[in-house]
């Protein structure tokens, strides 16, 4: 008969997301599949704008009046997250595209109005999805979130395959209606829009080990628990 102790509690991962063209939504089902095949409970929840944000947003003058408000960290009013984000998760992931080198209107008005409930003592991993020019928006992330919690895993990053600056050039188009993958010398440096099929592969990997890491902590949890030792780092005990 095996020693091992086995939890009979899932861990639990809470996904906040906010995507406007659908590139950080196929990054996040991929990223909770590869956490489902670990056995962990995965609960995903959009980030919503109160008023909604079409794609393509249709001109190069609203393109261009979109980008100039992010770059100043507009923030964009949302709607409230549902009750079942504010329970216990052993991990938070908030993931998001880069707006103009800042992270969303509406993950920014997220961590204005919720930050604190959501995450305040909690364990959270961004999760950006990008052209190439993502440091500044993962350096103000990380700062705001710091605001609420000590424990900020280093940040999951995927660029768009295209190189820059072509990828920001068929970015802004595509975002006005055109198509630049189609365009005689564009579509040679810009031929897809969003990230390549190995990384969508690639982040469905992630979630797997990182699934597998939350399990095993959790069984040095309950196993302590049972033994009558400390706890390893875990759930918060009023949240189990």
Request: hydrophobic residues 35%; charged residues 20%; proline residues 7%.
């Amino acid at each position: 008969m095996s020693n091992v102790y086995r939890s009979s509690v899932q861990p639990r991962v809470l996904i906040l997301y906010f995507s406007l063209s659908g590139q950080t939504r196929g990054l996040v089902n991929l990223f909770a599949a590869g956490l489902r095949s670990r056995g962990v409970s995965v609960t995903i929840e959009q980030i919503r704008p109160q008023e909604k944000i079409g794609f393509p947003l249709g001109s190069i003058l609203r393109t261009l009046i979109m980008m100039l408000r992010t770059f100043f960290r507009a923030r964009v009013p949302i709607l409230p997250p549902s009750r079942c984000c504010f329970t216990g998760y052993d991990l938070i992931v908030l993931a998001g595209p880069t707006w103009s080198y800042n992270p969303s209107g509406p993950v920014l008005s997220l961590l204005d109005r919720y930050g604190h409930d959501l995450f305040t003592d909690r364990r959270v991993l961004p999760l950006i999805s990008c052209r190439g020019y993502y440091r500044w928006h993962n350096l103000v992330l990380n700062r705001s979130l710091r605001r609420f919690t000590d424990t900020v895993d280093e940040s999951i990053i995927f660029c768009h395959p295209s190189p820059e600056p072509w990828s920001t050039i068929g970015v802004f188009l595509k975002a006005a209606g055109c198509r630049p993958e189609r365009r005689a010398v564009l579509g040679t440096y810009y031929r897809h829009h969003g990230h390549s099929r190995e990384q969508l592969l690639a982040i469905r990997d992630r979630g797997a080990t990182i699934g597998q890491e939350l399990v095993r902590r959790l069984v040095l949890t309950d196993a302590g628990h049972a033994t009558g030792s400390s706890s390893p780092v875990g759930r918060p005990a009023h949240d189990r």
